[in-house]
């Protein structure tokens, strides 16, 4: 028998367990409870392959879901940087949209209906610019041949287009100008279709697309011995934008497709986007410095002495060789197929081989080369037994340019015919080569008068 102390704890003891009983229920249950509670708290305690499977869905919809949440949390920070690099560019870059503009079918053209000016660095100025509705420098062109006027389209590159040249003191310009005041009876339009950075394969392509649209009775296609050779062959130059051709087994021209899509794409990004632009620019500035890093400053980066040797001292080489050579197979075959489509179309060619500074100043042309192994008339002797072969009119200016320049040197600034001695035509280079283009056509429509006139004579 305990003693009172003993018994009021044993009746408080009594009291909690019975208070327990009450509120958890009989005996029985809430054993249960208690055990299934410790059943569901226990991670090692076995589960049924129905609870298994909910975990395992479950925990992969977890996954998917905190993927996808990363990913757009990602492209979220993505667009915002784009946004953040855009407004930057715009504020404290003074980038401007390129002239030049992707197209899917002609590769490239300048920005239609474009007028502004611009400044060049070549020429160290503004320039003003305008081009028309075809993408092309100059002012608006009818379709239609106005009746009694003589139209001479003149195809080529960035020496034709001249954008570092003030428009009327272009060679397009200046032999419409020409062979206007020669001969007040018949009036001669010439059509400026000069696209930087453009290669015979293109140019045989805007004529084909463009160009023969507007009957041209003359076509003059620019032969740009600075690198011409290189952008007509793949092997040589890589650019997304240039239209290629190869020369199959058969000896037939295959045109490499341009995507189409991409050309729409960048061609918008140009349009819309100054950190697009800005970027393309800053790579392509940092492919040029490591791939002209070693070359004289002198040249400016025009001679290009790498093992692609885009057009740089292989056109004048004498001996050449593997790619050189299938790149003269290329050259020849698309003047061949130009010629004789003009010629199809009832219109006149000529080739026109436009010089370089080296062929001008003898100090620049490539000193250090073992005698014999490059020439600066081989480009013009390579060109002249083209057309020689295939029937096709050529004017080589070469001659004409070193008459120019007596000194042959580019010490001598006031005779420099190319921007900085090397680049493309300043005015006095544009002038000379107007001169010789404007005289050939006059002599060519003498001639072609002259046979027509015997012809009813007859």
Request: net charge negative; glycine share 8%.
């Given at each position: ?11 408080d ?10 509120s958890?229920?009989p005996?029985g249950?809430f054993v249960?409870?208690?055990a299934?509670?410790s059943a569901?708290?226990?991670?090692t305690?076995p589960?049924?392959e ?10 992969g919809k977890?996954?998917?879901r905190?993927f996808?949440?990363?990913?757009a949390?990602l492209?979220?920070?993505l ?6 690099a855009e407004?930057?560019?715009?504020l404290?870059s ?14 490239t ?5 474009f007028?502004a000016?611009?400044?060049i660095?070549?020429?160290?100025q503004k ?15 009818t379709l239609?041949?106005?009746?009694g ?13 001249a954008?570092?040249?003030?428009e ?5 310009r200046?032999v ?9 009876s018949?009036?001669?339009?010439v059509?400026?279709?000069?696209i930087?950075a453009s290669s015979t ?11 023969r649209k ?8 620019a032969?740009?011995?600075?690198n011409?050779?290189g ?5 040589l130059?890589s650019?997304?934008a240039r239209?290629?051709?190869d ?19 960048n ?8 950190f ?6 800053a ?13 004289s ?14 057009g ?5 080489n004498?001996s ?8 003269w197979q290329?050259?020849e ?6 010629h004789?489509?003009v ?5 006149e060619?000529?080739l026109?081989?436009?010089?370089t ?9 490539f ?8 020439d600066?008339?081989?480009p013009d ?11 096709a009119?050529?004017?080589?200016l070469?001659?004409?340019?070193r ?6 040197s ?8 190319h ?7 300043n ?8 001169d ?8 060519r429509?003498?001639?072609s ?5 015997l012809?009813?004579e007859?």
């Amino acid at each position: 028998m305990g003693t009172p102390e003993s018994a009021s704890n044993g009746g408080d003891m009594q009291t909690t367990v019975t208070g327990k009983r009450q509120s958890a229920g009989p005996r029985g249950s809430f054993v249960g409870a208690a055990a299934g509670q410790s059943a569901a708290s226990d991670p090692t305690a076995p589960m049924g392959e129905g609870a298994r499977a909910k975990q395992s869905a479950a925990a992969g919809k977890h996954r998917v879901r905190t993927f996808f949440l990363k990913l757009a949390t990602l492209a979220c920070t993505l667009v915002i940087l784009l946004f953040v690099a855009e407004g930057a560019t715009r504020l404290f870059s003074d980038i401007t949209p390129p002239l030049l503009c992707n197209h899917p079918v002609l590769g490239t053209t300048y920005l239609p209906d474009f007028a502004a000016d611009v400044y060049i660095p070549e020429c160290d100025q503004k320039v003003f610019l305008r081009f028309n509705s075809l993408g092309m420098r100059g002012g608006p062109v009818t379709l239609e041949k106005p009746e009694g006027v003589r139209r001479v389209a003149v195809i080529g590159d960035s020496f034709i287009a001249a954008v570092a040249t003030d428009e009327d003191k272009t060679i397009v310009r200046l032999v419409e100008e020409q062979l206007n005041k020669s001969d007040p009876s018949t009036r001669w339009e010439v059509i400026n279709f000069g696209i930087s950075a453009s290669s015979t394969g293109q140019e045989l392509v805007l004529y084909r697309e463009l160009v023969r649209k507007y009957k041209p009775d003359v076509v003059v296609c620019a032969y740009c011995v600075m690198n011409d050779l290189g952008d007509n062959c793949r092997r040589l130059t890589s650019s997304r934008a240039r239209i290629y051709f190869d020369v199959n087994e058969s000896g037939e021209l295959v045109q490499q497709q341009l995507s189409a899509k991409r050309a729409t794409l960048n061609a918008w990004l140009n349009r819309n986007s100054r950190f697009y632009v800005w970027q393309r620019h800053a790579t392509q500035k940092a492919i040029n410095s490591l791939r002209h890093g070693a070359h004289s400053s002198k040249v400016g980066g025009w001679l290009d002495l790498g093992p692609a040797d885009p057009g740089g001292q292989g056109i004048y080489n004498t001996s050449p060789d593997g790619d050189l050579a299938y790149a003269w197979q290329v050259s020849e075959k698309l003047i061949e197929t130009m010629h004789n489509e003009v010629r199809a179309d009832g219109s006149e060619f000529l080739l026109v081989a436009l010089p370089t500074g080296l062929q001008v100043c003898d100090d620049l042309f490539f000193p250090d080369a073992e005698a014999g192994t490059v020439d600066r008339y081989y480009p013009d002797q390579r060109l002249s037994e083209i057309c020689g072969r295939i029937g096709a009119p050529i004017l080589l200016l070469t001659d004409r340019f070193r008459e120019a320049s007596p000194h042959h040197s580019s010490e001598h600034e006031a005779e420099w015919l190319h921007y900085d001695g090397v680049g493309h035509f300043n005015d006095r280079g544009n002038a000379v080569a107007a001169d010789a283009i404007t005289e050939a056509l006059r002599l060519r429509y003498a001639r072609s008068a002259m046979r027509d006139q015997l012809l009813l004579e007859r």
